[in-house]
């Protein structure tokens, strides 16, 4: 009996056993890589009190590798599941690891450095980490470096639990080469120079997510002034003086006047312990947020004296924005990022209101609708169209996400909503919901949730359609007799969706002596509007005047007959509407041809006077005349003698700088390329425009495309004096080499990652490499670019993948180029619909250049 009765036990004890290992198993996160939200979850509900000790030690040599150590302290509310902590490089670079003081054997799979439940306890735990930092994110130069750790690029630097819930304070330390100077999250404590060598060590820094952790060091000069009682300090590497000169007091004022606006709509102090920011050449983006050392891309700062309005608009409103971030974004930060077009939406939407008041003579309601609405119609009409909200589930694709839809179709919603709510309840909404959530985490469901309490409008329905489809209406009128005063305004999805974009706009009617304007409360699909009694008497209806709307409106017949009367309206936001219009127009239902439009935005050149607009003509003329019209239907001749003619009459000196540009974007006959060859050899502008040494450089860039002179480059290379702009252009040399093979070269350097570290230099060589003048020769490079996608969203910042696809693509509109794209994506069944979206939102105008050309040639 004893013998059967052992075999039971150890039946019953194994099948027990087994069962409990099962459902341990089930219970285990899995390892995986990047940081799935179920990982994310998990550790937000057991990890608190988080805080970050990090030393880096940055040797000279840019080759040389960064030794670094770590401790993490946390408290552990449960010791149930091994601690995963993010890293994503080699093992070879952890060479110790300690946790609550002993040594711990090194467990790192799958991005993730394994902790095991028996090294941990529950309450305050150490875990104390010797490594190698990684470089992907370091942006390494031979003197200066920076951090960009957005959105999950922390894990690409030390190890960390890199996601936006689970904010932490950073003590950090740096010793870098004696000459350098650093500048951190927070305030520097002191520092100490040891030979070659100086140390840093800089205070504890606020409570940040660790996306928002940042430090850069390097050879950078410092400026510091005192306004409004507030300090900061500016790095920057800028040696032109005038540009200095011109530029410093403005950059202080307009963060000044920001910082002013914010604590007044907010009612929120500033929030953090400094405020400081950096100007970094080459950077990736306008700007990131991080606390207390804000990044800059250093061109967009510093303008000289001839800097057209534009660029001064785009300067303060990037200022804005990103001191914006510092409520919207980084005290009250994202729960998931899911939700990293709230930070943008409200930094944008700010930004807006306060280069209204920085900016004197700015129009804000011209700046808007010029900035946002072609932005966010350049995706909202394609086949990739993503909605503002979209789902994640592992950081590691929260790159993709990003997009002109956040940035530019997001603030045309918010001031739908504010238009909706009424400006005064929608700003105590936000003041209640940055209280609510100050120095912690919130989700865009959570804002809805009060500001619906506040509106007797449904909310969630508005929110649903809004900010939760992709997509835009397209709006029809009808007149339906002569005698009827009635006009009917009906929206429809272009997809055939049954669903309602409630908003309000207006319509203008225009007299021959006089104007009017009705606004049009668009909540259902179908909407009448009484017309006054002279209604017969209208030369035409201008549909969206205001530019508060959003969608594809439509072009009264009227005005196609005689377009020229849209230049005789006063305001310049209802003549931007209407070109805005006449475009999508152009784009959606050929009711005007490319040819008829170029010809009537060309004629409007010499009578528009608005700055802004003659921006927005000339960008849409240029890509009317590059991607619409066929190369044998192109009268060069005829735009060239219409620009200079348009520049000499402009008696604007930023209007004149503007229409030269476009002159320089088109030219093509050869009396153009000699006179603009001339211009660049004796450097002497056409009278009251003023060129900068990068003016220069783009006008050798130009010229250099047309195959004009040989050794322009090399001339200009010599002329410039600023180091890091040198080398810009000495990177992008080989990509308009008038020799193809030195072009095959440079492009198969790219496929190297390293090789593409410079992202904005990047770009800038491919809008060459693929010039509508060099396509025959670079098509050959398309597969390549797009079998190269993937990777270039592992290894390239969040704008890069879709930059990368945008200077590729934007030139062609061949049948071969479309079939490219068509067989890369249907050979490939399963991949990454995000990066789908990117192909499709890139080659949406190759898609309809190819109907639109082929259409013209029939003609």
Not at 170 to 197: C, M
Not at 201 to 210: A, L, M, P, Q
Not at 320 to 326: D, I, K, S, V
Not at 386 to 397: A, G, H, S, V
């Amino acid at each position: 009996m004893n013998r059967p009765f052992k075999s039971c036990c150890f039946i019953f004890l194994s099948f027990l056993f087994s069962c409990g290992l099962d459902s341990r198993e089930e219970n285990t996160l899995p390892i995986e890589t990047g940081v799935s939200r179920n990982l994310a979850d998990y550790r937000k509900k057991v990890i608190s009190n988080l805080n970050y000790q990090l030393r880096f030690s940055i040797p000279a040599s840019v080759n040389d590798p960064i030794e670094a150590s770590e401790v993490i302290s946390l408290h552990l509310k449960k010791n149930e599941q091994p601690l995963q902590i993010d890293f994503k490089e080699p093992t070879a670079q952890i060479s110790q690891l300690k946790v609550n003081g002993r040594d711990i054997e090194i467990d790192h799979r799958k991005e993730h450095l394994i902790i095991p439940i028996s090294a941990l306890k529950e309450g305050e735990n150490t875990i104390a980490i010797d490594f190698i930092a990684g470089d992907l994110s370091l942006n390494r130069n031979d003197d200066y470096l920076y951090t960009l750790l957005v959105p999950d690029r922390a894990r690409t630097v030390f190890p960390v639990f890199d996601q936006p819930n689970l904010k932490a304070t950073f003590d950090l330390t740096l010793t870098v080469p004696k000459d350098w100077q650093a500048l951190a999250n927070g305030a520097l404590k002191d520092s100490l120079t040891v030979g070659e060598q100086t140390t840093y060590h800089f205070e504890t820094s606020d409570k940040v997510s660790t996306y928002l952790f940042s430090f850069a060091a390097g050879k950078f000069e410092q400026v510091s002034k005192t306004i409004n009682g507030v300090s900061m300090n500016f790095f920057h590497r800028e040696t032109d003086e005038e540009k200095i000169r011109e530029s410093i007091e403005p950059i202080f004022q307009i963060h000044a006047d920001a910082l002013k606006f914010l604590e007044e709509y907010t009612q929120i102090p500033y929030p953090f312990q400094k405020f400081d920011f950096i100007a970094i050449p080459g950077f990736q983006y306008g700007g990131m947020e991080h606390v207390g050392a804000i990044d800059y891309k250093s061109s967009t700062l510093f303008l000289d004296e001839g800097a057209t309005k534009n660029q001064k608009i785009a300067r303060s409103s990037l200022i804005a924005h990103e001191t914006a971030h510092m409520w919207f974004g980084d005290l009250v930060t994202m729960e998931w990022f899911n939700d990293v077009w709230m930070k943008e939406v409200f930094a944008n939407f700010m930004a807006d209101k306060i280069t209204e008041i920085a900016l004197e003579g700015s129009n804000y309601d011209l700046k808007f609708l010029s900035s946002h609405f072609p932005a966010a119609y350049g995706v909202d009409r394609t086949r990739g169209a993503n909605p503002i909200r979209q789902e994640l589930t592992n950081l590691k694709d929260a790159g993709s996400l990003y997009g002109n839809i956040i940035y530019h179709k997001a603030p045309i919603m918010m001031r739908q909503l504010e238009s909706l709510m009424g400006e005064e309840l929608f700003r105590e909404g936000l003041r209640e919901y940055l209280k609510a959530y100050a120095y912690e985490n919130a989700t865009w469901p959570q804002l809805i949730d009060i500001l619906d309490n506040s509106t007797e409008f449904d909310l969630k329905a508005w929110n649903q359609v809004w900010v939760n489809e992709p997509g835009r209406a397209v709006f029809e009128y009808t007149m339906e007799a002569e005698d009827e005063k009635m006009i009917t305004i009906t929206q429809h999805d272009p997809g055939g969706k049954e669903r309602l974009w409630p908003q309000v706009f207006e319509l203008l009617l225009v007299y021959p002596d006089h104007s009017e304007v009705l606004t049009v409360n668009m909540d259902m699909a179908e909407v009448k509007i009484e017309l006054p009694d002279n209604f017969k008497l209208l030369d035409y209806i201008l549909f969206n005047s205001s530019g508060q709307g959003y969608g594809v409106f439509p072009l009264d017949s009227n005005m196609l007959v005689q377009p020229g009367k849209l230049y005789q309206l006063e305001d310049p936001v209802q003549r931007a509407a209407a070109y805005i219009n006449f475009y999508e127009t152009m784009l959606i239902d050929r009711h005007i041809a490319p040819n008829e439009l170029l010809i009537t935005f060309l004629k409007g050149l010499k009578q528009e006077p608005e700055e802004l607009n003659l921006n927005l003509m000339t960008s849409y003329l240029s890509e009317i005349y590059w991607k619409f019209i066929p190369e044998e239907k192109r009268n060069p001749r005829l735009l060239e003698e219409e620009i200079w003619e348009a520049m000499q009459q402009n008696p604007s000196a930023n209007s004149q700088k503007v229409l030269f540009k476009t002159y320089q974007d088109i030219a093509m006959s050869q009396e153009a390329r000699d006179r603009l060859y001339e211009i660049w050899k004796g450097q002497k502008p056409p009278e009251n425009v003023k060129l900068s040494e990068e003016d220069y450089t783009s006008l050798a860039l130009s010229l250099a495309v047309r195959d004009c002179r040989e050794g322009i480059l090399l001339s200009q290379l010599e002329r410039i004096e600023n180091p890091d702009r040198k080398k810009r252009l000495e990177f992008m040399m080989p990509a308009l080499s008038s020799d193809v093979a030195v072009r095959d070269a440079f492009f198969n350097s790219l496929k190297d990652p390293k090789n593409r570290q410079k992202e904005a230099w990047v770009g800038a060589a491919l809008h060459y490499l693929h010039h509508p003048l060099r396509k025959e020769s670079s098509e050959k490079y398309l597969k390549e670019s797009l079998e190269l996608l993937e990777e270039i969203q592992q290894t390239g910042d969040i704008f890069f993948p879709y930059r990368w696809l945008q200077a590729t693509f934007s030139a062609y509109s061949s049948d071969e180029a479309l079939q490219t794209v068509n067989n890369f994506l249907n050979e490939r069944p399963n991949y990454n619909p995000k990066l789908i979206d990117k192909i499709l939102q890139a080659t949406d105008d190759m898609y309809r250049a190819n109907e639109i050309v082929g259409a013209e040639v029939l003609r």
